[in-house]
């Protein structure tokens, strides 16, 4: 993975720098020592680190302005960051940079029941979002799997989705308002808990684009009531086919599930060693859940059972009660940690239509033999986002190199059939050169039209998302 | 001009030299843009429709009743229900897909789905400078480069004249009842309406008008009739149940404004945060239609009061003139906000041919 040569005046201007930073934040919110910042090198994707230049923790807006001021006024790079969750390589510095960590802006500001919507410092996770208005009934609805650290910043960074999107859509759809400091230091706000701009959408273009626009330092977010509970069916299917064409009829006939996950063999087998769930040993099942009232279920239920039986399944297991709810979401999210039982692995992202679920799959199976590595996928299958796993290990040398090849075939294949290169986890460093298989030229140039109003020297969070050779007349002044 | 194919809405545009006045049909229009009509109605036609995907793929000039036609045959719709302004602003003209896209024309099921651009998936449109650009996709979850499709929804023509559009869209549902409550004043009226949307119960409706305050819920029949049961039993007052078509038509008239249509004077639209609908309205005194659960306001009002509408919600929303006689049309933002909206018109259509005048 290649990253821009760091400027090296920058570097030789770490002092100044440094003492300019600590002029304006309180002591201990700038660090520069190399042992501290090595806890800012790298992001959830470990296998590319580089310890930046400095890295500040402001606590207020105020202090993102004077920081973002200093820093364009010294040319001097800014990453911005969550909690470093991300998959992608969002939050990965370069040795010329300063890491802006929003980790101690974590407040909640406002809770506005009756127009029902939370304002908090972007700094707060995910999951507190939603356990600051559980008392009164509420929750945020955009639920990561990294919802436990991952911040709202990122969220809106990368316009995050989650397992129940397919009913209560991603966070672009459940953001109202943020607070935006740009480059140059300057605050602005955009939309607001009325939740519909009076011009252009400029929040909708800030939310996904990566921290390249400004720094969010607070949102106003939509809460929505608790539905009054969930369950879950499996179904198992013996052909990946017949499953796709189960969703497809679920979807068809108006049912909404709050969530239509999708396992495949090697990914059933493998978490069955690890967690097990007790799943069928079929090709291919199917999690649905949906929402409501006992009978409100029992009604939804009936009708998915109906549609599911046509299709012949292996198996088709209700829950009785919340211990087997439980049960049969064990294994799904035990997903991700089973496969790492068995290796290294690389988790991607592509969307694909979900007609073409089963031609993708059979691809991946044919590819896995040529690459002469083993993929396991799961899937969030009412939206067509797919999230491979590639097992690898991380200590052969090349094995990383060829996993990173196979990942870059399936996510062309993705863009082929008619899908993208990420669903919810953001471009970053990691897909940023394949932005050529989806976008041509001026569709490229158009969005790096939006940067150049927003951050015309090119100073925030710069060597991401856009490939380099196409950004490199920008980013080099 | 009127292009059929979007080769020849590039070159159109390339062509020009002139300010243009980019319009489908013309049914939602705001604003004092001037210059040659350049109409996208000559791009019609579907492009890709799955109805298992739930996914329509559609070009920008192509009506919006035939898009209606379309998904209906598969007992599918376009989920933010599509206002139709023509009786409101005595409009006459076949609206299209790209003009409701552009002016992020969204309905009353706005507050359980989202708006027009929350369904909008992926775009095509052709810059200030005759270049075409894609944007987002067929898939409805996709984070990959920047959302154009945002910026460009309700974007009024000021960036790109669109020819193509996206949708994620949704199947009908079973059954739809709404709750017509009477018997409440404006304030109670109105709580009413926040009331049923911070319940547990789905509202895909909420708006009050002529003194009566409707909720609706929508789904499977089972469901539908438990939640009436529910919301009946939470937010009293003198319900009666309107089902099916009963219970459509209200909406319809919800939706277009039906109340204000053909009265006297002008008519804003005013957004804003729901607990101060009521005050805002008691403060201008006009009549009003609100839908969103009272976060959006209908208003009409006599002529010249614009100076008084800006000054009742600001800090607290924004508020458009839809139908009336001079001064300004869109609210005044901020100067580092316009600031920005400005450099994007600059760079997005650096001649500044497109629908100049608009949106400020």
Same mark, same amino acid.
């Given at each position: 993975m290649d990253m821009p040569a760091?400027?090296?005046?920058?570097?030789?201007?770490?002092?100044?720098?440094?003492?300019?930073?600590?002029?304006?934040?309180?002591?201990?919110?700038?660090?520069?020592?190399? $042992?501290?910042?090595?806890?800012?090198?790298c992001d959830a994707l470990?296998a590319y680190?580089c310890?930046?230049?400095?890295?500040?923790?402001?606590?207020?807006?105020?202090?993102?302005?004077?920081?973002?001021?200093?820093?364009?006024?010294?040319?001097?790079p800014v990453v911005p960051r969550g909690?470093?969750t991300s998959l992608a390589g969002g939050a990965m510095p370069t040795?010329?940079s300063?890491?802006?960590?929003?980790?101690?802006?974590?407040?909640?500001?406002?809770?506005?029941?009756?127009?029902?919507?939370?304002?908090?410092?972007?700094?707060?996770?995910?999951?507190?979002?939603?356990?600051?208005?559980?008392?009164?009934?509420?929750?945020?609805?955009?639920?990561p799997?990294?919802?436990?650290?991952?911040?709202?910043?990122g969220n809106i960074a990368m316009n995050s989705g989650?397992?129940?999107?397919?009913?209560?859509?991603v966070t672009t759809?459940?953001?109202?308002?943020?607070?935006?400091?740009?480059m140059?230091?300057?605050?602005?706000?955009?939309?607001?808990?009325?939740?519909?701009?009076?011009?252009?959408?400029l929040?909708g273009v800030v939310c996904g684009s990566e921290g390249q626009l400004g720094?969010?330092?607070?949102?106003?977010?939509?809460?929505?009531?608790?539905?009054?509970?969930?369950?879950?069916?499996?179904?198992?299917?013996?052909?990946?086919?017949?499953?796709?064409?189960?969703?497809?009829?679920?979807?068809?006939?108006?049912?909404?599930?709050?969530?239509?996950?999708?396992?495949?063999?090697?990914?059933?087998?493998?978490?069955?060693?690890?967690?097990?769930?007790?799943?069928?040993?079929?090709?291919?099942?199917?999690?649905?859940?949906?929402?409501?009232?006992?009978?409100?279920?029992?009604?939804?239920?009936?009708?998915?059972?109906?549609?599911?039986?046509?299709?012949?399944?292996?198996?088709?297991?209700?829950?009785?009660?919340?211990?087997?709810?439980?049960?049969?979401?064990?294994?799904?999210?035990?997903?991700?940690?089973?496969?790492?039982?068995?290796?290294?692995?690389m988790c991607l992202d592509g969307t694909i239509p979900?007609?073409s679920?089963?031609?993708v799959?059979?691809r991946i199976?044919?590819m896995?033999?040529?690459f002469?590595?083993?993929?396991?996928?799961?899937?969030?299958?009412?939206d067509g986002n797919m999230h491979p796993?590639i097992?690898?290990?991380?200590?052969?040398?090349?094995?990383l190199e060829r996993c990173e090849a196979f990942g870059a075939e399936i996510l062309k294949l993705c863009v082929e059939v008619g899908g993208c290169l990420t669903g919810e986890h953001g471009v970053g460093i990691e897909k940023r050169d394949l932005m050529a298989v989806q976008f041509a030229p001026q569709d490229m140039e158009a969005q790096m039209r939006v940067k150049d109003v927003f951050d015309p020297k090119w100073l925030l969070n710069p060597a991401k998302v856009f490939p380099l050779g196409a950004s490199a007349g920008r980013r080099e002044g | 001009?009127?292009?059929?194919?979007e080769?020849?809405?590039?070159?159109?545009?390339?062509?020009?030299?002139?300010?243009?006045?980019?319009?489908?049909?013309?049914?939602?229009?705001?604003?004092?843009?001037?210059?040659?009509?350049?109409?996208?109605?000559?791009?019609?036609?579907?492009?890709?429709?799955?109805?298992?995907?739930?996914?329509?793929v559609?070009?920008?000039?192509?009506?919006?009743?035939?898009?209606?036609?379309?998904?209906?045959?598969?007992?599918?719709?376009?989920?933010?229900?599509?206002?139709?302004?023509?009786?409101?602003?005595?409009? $006459?003209?076949?609206?299209?897909?790209?003009?409701?896209?552009?002016?992020?024309?969204?309905?009353?099921?706005?507050?359980?789905?989202?708006?027009?651009?929350?369904?909008c998936i992926g775009v095509r449109f052709v810059d200030?400078s005759?270049t075409v650009v894609q944007n987002g996709g067929r898939v409805m979850k996709n984070v990959t480069g920047y959302d154009l499709v945002k910026l460009l929804a309700?974007?009024?023509?000021?960036l790109g004249?669109?020819s193509e559009v996206s949708?994620?869209?949704?199947?009908?549902?079973?059954?739809?009842?709404?709750?017509?409550?009477?018997?409440?004043?404006?304030?109670?009226?109105?709580?009413?309406?926040?009331?049923?949307?911070?319940?547990?119960?789905?509202?895909?409706?909420?708006?009050?008008?002529?003194?009566?305050?409707?909720?609706?819920?929508?789904?499977?029949?089972?469901?539908?009739?438990?939640?009436?049961?529910?919301?009946?039993?939470?937010?009293?007052?003198?319900?009666?149940?309107?089902?099916?078509?009963?219970?459509?038509?209200?909406?319809?008239?919800?939706?277009?404004?039906?109340?204000?249509?053909?009265?006297?004077?002008?008519?804003?639209?005013?957004?804003?945060?729901?607990?101060?609908?009521?005050?805002?309205?008691?403060?201008?005194?006009?009549?009003?239609?609100?839908?969103?659960?009272?976060?959006?306001?209908?208003?009409?009002?006599?002529?010249?009061?614009?100076?008084?509408?800006?000054?009742?919600?600001?800090?607290?929303?924004?508020?458009?003139?839809?139908?009336?006689?001079?001064?300004?049309?869109?609210?005044?933002?901020?100067?580092?906000?316009?600031?920005?909206?400005?450099?994007l018109?600059?760079k997005f259509?650096?001649?500044?041919?497109?629908?100049?005048?608009?949106?400020?």
């Amino acid at each position: 993975m290649d990253m821009p040569a760091p400027d090296l005046g920058v570097i030789a201007r770490k002092a100044r720098i440094v003492a300019r930073l600590r002029a304006v934040l309180p002591p201990d919110a700038v660090i520069d020592a190399l $042992e501290e910042l090595r806890a800012y090198e790298c992001d959830a994707l470990t296998a590319y680190r580089c310890p930046p230049l400095a890295a500040v923790l402001p606590r207020t807006t105020a202090e993102v302005s004077a920081v973002l001021r200093v820093c364009w006024e010294e040319g001097v790079p800014v990453v911005p960051r969550g909690s470093g969750t991300s998959l992608a390589g969002g939050a990965m510095p370069t040795a010329d940079s300063v890491i802006l960590g929003v980790a101690r802006m974590n407040a909640v500001i406002e809770t506005d029941y009756e127009n029902r919507f939370i304002r908090v410092q972007s700094g707060r996770t995910n999951l507190s979002v939603s356990g600051a208005v559980e008392a009164e009934g509420f929750f945020y609805a955009p639920d990561p799997s990294s919802q436990l650290a991952c911040a709202i910043a990122g969220n809106i960074a990368m316009n995050s989705g989650g397992a129940h999107c397919l009913k209560y859509g991603v966070t672009t759809n459940n953001l109202l308002g943020v607070t935006l400091v740009k480059m140059d230091g300057t605050v602005l706000t955009l939309g607001g808990p009325w939740g519909e701009p009076s011009g252009l959408d400029l929040l909708g273009v800030v939310c996904g684009s990566e921290g390249q626009l400004g720094v969010v330092t607070e949102a106003w977010l939509r809460i929505l009531p608790k539905p009054e509970g969930a369950r879950p069916v499996l179904v198992g299917f013996n052909s990946n086919e017949v499953a796709g064409a189960c969703v497809s009829d679920i979807i068809k006939a108006g049912i909404l599930p709050v969530a239509i996950e999708f396992m495949d063999r090697p990914c059933i087998r493998a978490t069955e060693a690890f967690a097990k769930a007790g799943y069928p040993d079929c090709e291919a099942l199917l999690i649905i859940e949906v929402e409501g009232s006992d009978a409100e279920i029992a009604e939804q239920l009936g009708r998915i059972k109906q549609i599911a039986l046509a299709h012949d399944p292996v198996e088709f297991r209700e829950a009785a009660d919340e211990d087997q709810a439980k049960r049969i979401w064990l294994g799904r999210k035990s997903a991700f940690g089973a496969m790492g039982q068995i290796n290294d692995y690389m988790c991607l992202d592509g969307t694909i239509p979900v007609s073409s679920l089963p031609f993708v799959l059979k691809r991946i199976g044919e590819m896995s033999q040529e690459f002469g590595l083993d993929v396991g996928n799961v899937f969030h299958a009412g939206d067509g986002n797919m999230h491979p796993l590639i097992l690898f290990n991380a200590n052969k040398p090349g094995d990383l190199e060829r996993c990173e090849a196979f990942g870059a075939e399936i996510l062309k294949l993705c863009v082929e059939v008619g899908g993208c290169l990420t669903g919810e986890h953001g471009v970053g460093i990691e897909k940023r050169d394949l932005m050529a298989v989806q976008f041509a030229p001026q569709d490229m140039e158009a969005q790096m039209r939006v940067k150049d109003v927003f951050d015309p020297k090119w100073l925030l969070n710069p060597a991401k998302v856009f490939p380099l050779g196409a950004s490199a007349g920008r980013r080099e002044g | 001009m009127r292009p059929v194919t979007e080769a020849e809405l590039a070159e159109a545009v390339a062509g020009t030299s002139g300010p243009l006045l980019v319009r489908g049909g013309g049914t939602r229009t705001l604003g004092h843009a001037v210059g040659e009509v350049l109409e996208t109605g000559g791009l019609s036609g579907v492009e890709l429709y799955e109805p298992g995907a739930l996914t329509l793929v559609v070009r920008a000039g192509t009506p919006v009743a035939e898009v209606q036609r379309v998904l209906a045959g598969e007992r599918q719709r376009l989920a933010f229900e599509v206002p139709d302004m023509r009786g409101l602003l005595g409009r $006459e003209g076949v609206s299209t897909i790209g003009g409701v896209v552009a002016a992020n024309a969204s309905g009353p099921r706005r507050v359980q789905v989202g708006a027009c651009r929350d369904a909008c998936i992926g775009v095509r449109f052709v810059d200030g400078s005759g270049t075409v650009v894609q944007n987002g996709g067929r898939v409805m979850k996709n984070v990959t480069g920047y959302d154009l499709v945002k910026l460009l929804a309700g974007s009024r023509g000021v960036l790109g004249v669109l020819s193509e559009v996206s949708f994620k869209v949704q199947a009908v549902p079973e059954a739809e009842a709404t709750l017509v409550i009477e018997g409440l004043g404006d304030e109670a009226g109105l709580a009413a309406l926040r009331s049923a949307l911070g319940s547990p119960f789905d509202v895909s409706g909420a708006a009050r008008y002529s003194g009566r305050s409707l909720v609706r819920v929508e789904g499977m029949t089972g469901s539908v009739a438990y939640r009436v049961r529910e919301l009946t039993a939470r937010l009293g007052g003198d319900v009666t149940v309107a089902e099916g078509a009963a219970s459509a038509a209200l909406w319809r008239e919800v939706r277009d404004v039906v109340p204000l249509q053909r009265k006297a004077g002008e008519v804003w639209r005013v957004s804003t945060l729901p607990t101060v609908a009521a005050e805002v309205v008691a403060r201008l005194e006009g009549e009003a239609v609100w839908d969103w659960g009272c976060g959006l306001i209908w208003l009409l009002l006599p002529p010249g009061r614009g100076a008084e509408v800006a000054a009742a919600v600001a800090g607290r929303g924004h508020a458009t003139l839809v139908k009336g006689q001079g001064g300004p049309v869109f609210s005044t933002e901020a100067p580092e906000v316009a600031a920005l909206a400005a450099g994007l018109r600059a760079k997005f259509d650096p001649r500044g041919i497109l629908n100049a005048g608009m949106m400020g």
